[in-house]
DNA sequence: CTATCATTCAATTATTCGATTGAATGATCT
DNA sequence: AGATCATTCAATCGAATAATTGAATGATAG
């Protein structure tokens, strides 16, 4: 061999890390992590044209990140495996925790304001079966058909003024997004709270609530 | 602000990642999940030179993986953090399972023998105890005197040739290195299969071992 | 069989990164 | 206070990467 095993496996890693480098492939996982798309959805989703686009995704492929097949005419990305949820939340966890600048954009979702404590999974889910909880779905309508937790009111970040008339000002409210990439449920919970709601974030998107194995109400 | 908070955001994430994406680095990390290093004896062990090492180990220190201090002429560098071992092992699990390269190079290792599936440090503990089991430390002996698993006997895998009549042919043995990326327990367990012992690997290595807040037999 | 259309390829440009060299820094130790 | 020595900086070169554009591919649908 002309180079060590060692060094080749080494190699190996950094390229699924160099994968990861990216803000833009970030972006195509993240919505990955919500469902499968084609080339075409994931482009706009993400604002990317559809020829950069394609080589993100073939980069994410090359190190197995998504695979592809075809329905149609179209070709859907998915990802590979579950287990790169989990990469990607442990990465975003790392560099909050190591990278002042982090710290300091999320803070600054908040507007100075404390944000408290996110809540967990297992507890939304304890709070759901009681009733004693609004859950509400921050993400785009098109995001929400596709899937969400069972219960929730969906009512995109963007146009929450228009809806707060229709929130209950005496039960809590749990907001959640996209996971740990998503500043969607950040700055709603900031919106809210500013309005006088009682609102938390969930701790972590909806990825995260399937990955947990539990249930989803979805269109397919 | 210049550009959304959310591509800021990726955008620092996406830094963490880069700083993991050349393998010259991930040897550096794993080292220092042995325990802290001066830049001189990083250099040594990885074999760069001493003021690339330094270069990168910057890179490392400018995304919070590592910090630095000093005593006496030296600076020590260390991982900032624990979790970030959690976010190497990961990234190899992921590289593992889908990347075809890296699961044949770890076949290559075994010499197409079929490796057995390594043996969990719950388990081994419980065995430790119970005394039926060697543990073999087969990192270098600089490695093993500055922390190793209480019990364990230290033979490097370059020279465990000359060490095998030391062995019980009747002990089950489990050999350990220095965690995911190393493959010197690999090696070490093709090895001694071949001269008819009963050998695993240990899943993960001493910095894992060390993590899950078990007993250490170190020199400070 | 052919037209269509989503996706991919190819080629270019600007940028960034890694390794290397030798010099500079700056804290320690005498 | 000054010598020493580990570490870092600065500058260079070669290589690799990301975004962009327009053209090519190739499977489907009619």
């Known amino acids: 061999m002309s180079i060590s095993p060692k060094m080749a496996l080494l190699e190996e890693y950094a390229l699924v890390a ?3 480098s990216a803000p833009a492939r970030l972006m195509l996982l993240e919505q990955l992590a919500q469902s499968e798309r084609r080339v075409e959805a994931l482009a ?21 990140l998504v695979t592809s097949r075809r329905d149609g005419k179209a070709i859907i990305y998915r990802l590979t495996d579950a287990r790169t949820l989990t990469l990607l939340g442990i ?3 790392v560099a909050e925790r190591n990278l002042a600048q982090v710290g300091e954009i999320l803070r600054g979702l908040s507007n100075g304001e404390d944000a408290p404590e996110p809540i967990n999974r297992d507890e939304l889910a304890a709070r759901l079966t009681e009733g004693s909880v ?4 921050v993400r785009p309508a098109d995001e929400f058909a596709d899937a969400h ?6 009512m995109a970040v963007t146009e929450l003024d228009k809806f707060l008339t229709d929130l209950d000002r ?16 950040h700055q709603a919970v900031a919106f ?3 309005n006088g709601f009682n609102a938390r974030r969930l701790d972590g998107g909806l990825p995260e609530w399937r990955e947990d ?3 989803i109400r979805s269109t397919s």
Chains 1, 2 share one sequence.
């Open 192 to 194: 809210l709270r500013k």
């Open 44 to 64: 706009e989703k993400t604002g990317l044209t559809v020829a950069n686009c394609s080589q993100h995704l073939q980069q994410l492929r090359r190190v197995g």
């Open 149 to 154: 937790i069972p219960g929730a009111l969906n």
């Open 213 to 215: 194995g539990r249930a």
């Open 91 to 93: 990465l975003g966890d």
């Open 170 to 185: 005496n039960t809590e409210i749990v907001a959640y997004c996209r996971g740990p990439y998503c500043i969607y449920a």
């Open 18 to 20: 160099r994968a990861l």
């Open 134 to 137: 609004t859950v509400l779905d």
